[in-house]
């Protein structure tokens, strides 16, 4: 999948000290999708970083041309999220 990155998800990776590799990975080969809203879709991958189970979200916008990342981040709640 082309993508790139919006000016929003930047500053947030910085912020939030994620790791692009880690990112890039979880839109190739996520866990799972979810459909968020009409273009928005959300890329998930469980990553273990430091013996501690985290789950990354990426927010994309795919109809735009290359889709676009909006937003990402990990949290260590992943039942929130899973399934």
Known sequence: M???F???????????Q????IIANTIEDPDS??????CVKVFQKVVIENNI??????FINHCKEPSVVITCYKTSKTG???D
């Open 33 to 38: 999708i979810i459909v968020d809203e009409q």
């Open 80 to 82: 929130k999220y899973e």
């Open 53 to 58: 189970k985290y789950l990354y979200r990426v």
């Open 18 to 21: 994620l790791s692009y590799r």
């Open 2 to 4: 082309n993508y790139s």
């Open 6 to 16: 919006s000016k929003h998800a930047k500053e947030q990776i910085i912020r939030r």
